[in-house]
């Protein structure tokens, strides 16, 4: 008996779902299984994605069970190897989130508490309203900026007839202190001291657009908090979107982990990495760097989430990527992990709230 014509386009439909699936899983397996090629890596941005579209087509694949379909055997195997894609998937994903994470401290009983605010702001003006509003309303005691293009910063705030950097009003803290390239900026309620700028050099690809600098900075400085002073390493790595790119941000892991290995050599302060690391937490040199230094981090509500979203933030959980990360060393508590709202950047601010052991 020959089928109709919906039911034929829905056997259809099922097997496209199927074999989506199966790519779905491919590709996030890839992440792990090379996960020091340019593009495999790459894939570790996607893998909620993949997660996503995937399960979708399982389900569909399963519903077409339901129905007749000329290769029945070979229908039926497609959907066991799609599973078998998307449960191996979905499991390797929980072991590498939960490799490195540390459960928050529920009641911690000594030290200082403080608040850090990291914002890749994407050269957004320090006096925005919505920006300076959102800071006060956060109250940090510390806030890393990245992609801080100070030089434009201060034109800004010399034309609008302004102190430069804002410091101590607006939800600034009262000290701050700005990178060799004008990048990465800190400001802290807390004094600052130790300061040491590294510059990683980088190498332009082909095509970059005038306002692309290959060459980073990496910033390490001492806060003096009441209880004890702390390490903090401010953060951000070149985006991977190109192969050259992605070799300047290997590159950057690299000098990363030399420093906070001499830093953690020299004392036994309690430590902060944080920025926008422009890395999944899945990305098997994330991961790396934590392990070898003996970092560990959380995530929002347990889980990562969209800090990078592109186009429209109504868009975030489709199209973005958890990039902005932190890590610490035993030396101090995680109490709390949040993300802030949309303040007109490309990025969501990331909120940690640490204790301070004495």
């Not at 495999?40 to 569909?60: E, H, I, P, Y």
């Not at 807390?190 to 690809?205: K, N």
């Not at 590159?251 to 020299?266: E, G, N, Q, V």
Request: contains cysteine.
């Amino acid at each position: 008996m020959p089928r109709s014509l919906p039911v034929t386009l829905f056997s259809l439909f099922c097997w496209c779902c199927c074999l989506g699936a199966i790519a779905a899983a491919g590709l996030g397996l890839s992440a792990f299984a090379a996960p020091d090629f340019w593009l495999t890596d790459n894939m570790s941005f996607f893998l909620r994605q993949f997660l996503g579209a995937g399960a979708f087509g399982c389900v569909m694949g399963l519903s077409g069970l339901f129905l007749r379909h000329r290769l029945s055997k070979l229908y039926k195997f497609t959907v066991a190897i799609a599973i078998t894609g998307m449960v191996v998937l979905a499991g390797l994903t929980l072991v590498r989130t939960t490799e490195n994470t540390v459960s928050l401290a529920q009641s911690p009983d000594h030290g200082n508490q403080i608040r850090v605010v990291s914002i890749n702001i994407e050269n957004l003006f320090l006096g925005d309203t919505v920006l300076q509003a959102y800071l006060s309303a956060v109250n940090a005691d510390v806030i890393v900026f990245q992609e801080t293009l100070w030089w434009l910063q201060e034109r800004r705030w010399e034309r609008l007839g302004l102190p430069v950097g804002g410091a101590g009003s607006g939800g600034f803290p009262g000290n701050y202190h700005v990178g060799q390239l004008g990048g990465l900026v800190v400001y802290s309620r807390f004094p600052i001291t130790g300061i040491r700028p590294i510059t990683i050099d980088g190498e332009t690809p082909p095509g970059a657009n005038v306002y692309y600098d290959a060459d980073r900075e990496l910033i390490s400085l001492t806060l003096e908090t009441p209880s004890k002073a702390v390490k903090l390493v401010a953060i951000h790595p070149d985006s991977p979107r190109t192969k050259s790119r992605w070799q300047n941000k290997r590159r950057y892991f690299d000098a990363t982990d030399d420093l906070i290995r001499d830093l953690r050599s020299a004392n036994e302060l309690p430590l902060l990495a944080i920025g926008d690391w422009n890395s999944a937490p899945w990305s098997a040199r994330f991961q790396r760097s934590l392990s070898d230094n003996n970092l560990k981090t959380a995530y929002p509500g347990g889980w990562p989430q969209t800090t990078r979203f592109f186009f429209d933030y109504r868009l975030h959980w489709i199209l973005g990527a958890p990039v902005d990360q932190f890590a610490v060393t035993e030396g101090l508590e995680v109490l709390g992990v949040s993300l802030g709202p949309d303040i007109g950047s490309d990025h969501l601010p990331l909120v940690v709230d640490l204790a301070v052991r004495n």
